[in-house]
Each structure stands twice: as structure tokens, then as C-alpha cells.
């Protein structure tokens, strides 16, 4: 029996800021129900405690969610310093409270500093990581801690927004794996104290930023039109790859499947474009053939 599918096909992509509170799947779903929308997929998720640019791919798009799933990210947190809980946020239960010493500009620019640039990171238990089948979450909630291997993780930037008391607030520009509630708790301890994330928002993510993105309760009000006016252009994460453009006959091709051998210098991933109709994506071999890779039927 043939799987009908529920909905209508559309293609592109929406940037959502994820309210405070939500999970990611539930924003997801509220996305694809708003939209009708017969497939869709997020590219990144956001705790329910996080807010901020969380990317929904509809239809043909989410054929490209993964490769935007290994886009740089940044974030502003608010870290609360001098108590730490079994969640790494203010969502979880307080584990151990901690005096926070008197600390200096200099102080909180030389422990930042070593934190800056390619690190390792001990995933933390609450989070999605599955081990042996299971969660790492689900492990946790049983009451349960496992070793975790330490994972290589690029911090490119950390600016310090500002700092009262017991409060940190900061800007951090990281790579894909970055578990901002790990780096928070390690730079508590790194100042002496102990620390969780009160608030977290993503401001960034691969070529995008907050201030493209819009609320689900604006979406909400929006006609059918104003909808699909939202919807950025399934190829619209992909700008930075060099395009090779096809004339019909190799177009015919390539949705085939079939390698087409091109004069072009170019190598690696590339765009595929049909009088600026995307196609897809291919691979330039060093023999000069263009072998599809990923095809885009966004119309019939």
C-alpha cells in the first residue's frame, strides 16, 4: 500500500524564533500545521529554555536540513553563577551552591581567553546524544551517569556583554556540538565558583540572522500569502557553493541520475540551475563528469 502523504507540497524555508518554553518538535509542528505542509524538518535544536533562530526546512528542504545542521552558530547567554543544577539550566534541580569571588575585567578576559579556539567538551548527560540506543536524557532521568567521550569543538569568539554580581552575560561564536550549558558550568569552575545558564537565545546560525526571523504568534496572523512570502528559497543556505548552470538537455539528464561530462574548473559540491530553476546538487569529479548527488523537483 502506498503511504498517502497529509498536506500540501511546499518548499522553502522558515525562520522561526522559537518562543521560551517550547520544545523544538512542538515548534515544528506548530510550523507545519500553520503551513499545511506536507514535510518538514528543523535544523538544530533549541532547549525549551533557549529561544531564538531556529531554521524549518518545508518540503524540498529538508533534503539540505542536515548539511545546515554543520553551520556555525551564536548565542547570547545569561549565565547565573554560584549554583549549579543536575540540567546545567535553572530548569533543573540545584546539585551544590558556591561563594563567587570578586573578580576583575582582567580575570574574566584570561579564563575567556582559554576557552577560546579548539577545546574539548564533555557532552552533558542531559542531552540527546544516544549511547547503546538510548538517550542520554533518558539515561538521566533514570537517575543513571555514564561516561561520555570528550568531542573536539571550536569556540571562535567570546565576548563578555556584561557582568553584575553573580550574573555573566556573553556572546560566544562556536562551532556545530556546542553545548552551551557544558561551557558555562566549565567556565564557572574555571572562575572558582559554579555556574547554569538562566537564559539562552541563538542569534545566528550558518548565514542567518535573528532579525530575519519571526515569531510564531506574528506567523499566526499572517493571510496564505503573507505565509508563503515568509518562506526563503530551498537553495538560499547553499550561496556560499559555486553554481554550474545547465541547458535543458543536460537538465533532463541530471534528473535521471546520469553523469554529464562539462567543461568547468570548478570541484567539489556544487549547485545545479536550468534557466535559474534550482535542481539540486552534484559533485564536479577531478575527471571533469558532474555526478548528481541531491535532485530538487520543486515543480512538475
Do not use: W
Amino acid at each position: 500500500m502506498t503511504k498517502r502523504n497529509h498536506g500540501r507540497d511546499i518548499h522553502g524555508i522558515l525562520l522561526l524564533d522559537k518562543r521560551l518554553g517550547v520544545s523544538s518538535n512542538r515548534a515544528l509542528q506548530e510550523v507545519k500545521r500553520l503551513y499545511n505542509a506536507n514535510k518538514a524538518g528543523h535544523t538544530g535544536s533549541l532547549d525549551p529554555l533557549a529561544t531564538g533562530l531556529l531554521p524549518i526546512c518545508l518540503g524540498a528542504a529538508t533534503k539540505i536540513s542536515g548539511l545546515m545542521l554543520n553551520d556555525h552558530k551564536r548565542y547570547q547567554v545569561s549565565i547565573q553563577l554560584g549554583i549549579a543544577t543536575d540540567t546545567g539550566d535553572l530548569e533543573g534541580n540545584v546539585i551544590a551552591t558556591k561563594p563567587v569571588p570578586a573578580l576583575t575585567d582582567a580575570d574574566l578576559q584570561a579564563v575567556l581567553k582559554r576557552f577560546t579556539g579548539a577545546i574539548e567538551q564533555i557532552p552533558p548527560m542531559y542531552s540527546a546524544l544516544k549511547q547503546n540506543g538510548k538517550k542520554l536524557y533518558e539515561l538521566a532521568r533514570a537517575g543513571r551517569t555514564v561516561e561520555r567521550a570528550a568531542r573536539s569543538i571550536t569556540i571562535f569568539e567570546i565576548n563578555c556583554l556584561k557582568y553584575h554580581e553573580d550574573t555573566l552575560e556573553l556572546e560566544v561564536h562556536c562551532s556545530k556540538g556546542t553545548y552551551i550549558r557544558t561551557l558555562s558550568e566549565d567556565i564557572g569552575q574555571a572562575l572558582g565558583t559554579c555556574a547554569t545558564v538562566k537564559a539562552l537565545r541563538r542569534i545566528n546560525t550558518g548565514g542567518f540572522r535573528i532579525e530575519q526571523a519571526i515569531s510564531y504568534d506574528d506567523l499566526a496572523n499572517l493571510n496564505e500569502q503573507a505565509l508563503l512570502g515568509k518562506l526563503l528559497a530551498v537553495d538560499a543556505p547553499l550561496s556560499a557553493l559555486p553554481a554550474v548552470n545547465l541547458n535543458t538537455q543536460e537538465a533532463a539528464s541530471v534528473k535521471q541520475g546520469q553523469q554529464l561530462k562539462l567543461n568547468n574548473e570548478v570541484q567539489g559540491t556544487v549547485r545545479m540551475y536550468c534557466a535559474n530553476e534550482f535542481l539540486g546538487l552534484g559533485e564536479m569529479r577531478l575527471d571533469g563528469k558532474l555526478a548528481p548527488k541531491k535532485i530538487f523537483c520543486l515543480t512538475s
